[in-house]
């Protein structure tokens, strides 16, 4: 006797069309800034990746490895993996400048030791560090970043179906590698010019401490230090806002170099 047909062999074709769309997606999302934070919960990531794994099988002709347990479906899932960590590390690479400029701001001032949680990793930074991130955040926010950033996502898709062959010859590697050295050239760029004022009044501290020794000079560096770089941070603001406008335009010419180059 033949048992009934439920019909469920559609869906679960569907069901599982779904959860492989939602490992790039879900893989991008966990790493980038924003989405990845630890204020986010992990019940909000699920839906957003679902939400937008629907609409890649709407409006993407993306065909999934029917087996679901072949090796060759393993090594498609560690290729979706691996373009969604691209993706999300280029954002991240990104957030790091300001954090890595405000620890040099912060040391010169004196201020090391104001530190605070940071709400992405849940681990201790520095207070002014969490200052430059709310300012890019915001301002990565205002521009419509995150909107070009997920576009981006979606279109990876047309670009690297799954199974494609993502590495390729290792030049999209070098260029993740090469976004790295350019964070570390941005957050020297942030910091010069503060950096230059502390250094001005350090020159000035260390002067007046030689040509009048009594005057103690951590009594006189540390608050000449804190004022010094408090003014010099409200005198480059517009500066800064500038970095931070151009910043965000790199971190998506970056993620869309990963996706288009």
Do not use: C
């Not at 955040?137 to 279109?155: D, K, M, N, P, S």
């Not at 804190?226 to 335009?249: H, R, Y």
Request: proline content about 5%.
């Amino acid at each position: 006797m033949t048992g009934p047909v439920l019909g469920l062999g559609q869906l679960e074709a569907e069901l599982w069309t779904l959860m492989f769309l939602m490992t790039r997606v879900g893989t991008a999302l966990l790493v980038a800034p924003i989405f990845g934070a630890r204020t986010i919960p992990v019940q909000v990531r699920i839906i957003i990746a679902g939400a937008m794994g629907v609409f890649i099988m709407l409006w993407t002709p993306v065909q999934v490895p029917g087996d679901v347990f072949s090796f060759a479906t393993i090594i498609a899932l560690l290729g979706e993996v691996v373009i969604g960590l691209s993706l999300g590390f280029v954002l991240q690479l990104s957030f790091a400048a300001p954090v890595i400029a405000a620890e040099q701001i912060a040391g010169g001032m004196g201020m090391a030791i104001a530190t605070a949680i940071d709400p992405n990793t849940g681990m201790q930074s520095g207070a002014l560090g969490q200052y430059f991130t709310i300012i890019l955040t915001l301002t990565f926010l205002a521009i419509g970043g995150h909107l070009l950033w997920l576009r981006l996502v979606i279109e990876s898709y047309l670009i690297f179906p799954p199974g494609t062959n993502w590495l390729g010859d290792g030049k999209r590697a070098y260029a993740v590698a090469g976004f790295a050295a350019e964070m570390f050239a941005t957050a020297v760029a942030i910091a010069l010019p503060i950096m230059l004022v502390l250094f001005l009044v350090q020159v000035v501290t260390g002067v007046l401490s030689r040509s009048a020794p009594s005057l103690n000079l951590f009594a006189l560096g540390l608050p000449a230090g804190v004022l010094g770089g408090l003014a010099a941070l409200i005198a480059a603001a517009p500066f800064t806002s500038e970095q931070f406008v151009t910043l965000s335009e790199t971190m998506i010419t970056h993620a869309g170099d990963v996706v288009r180059s």
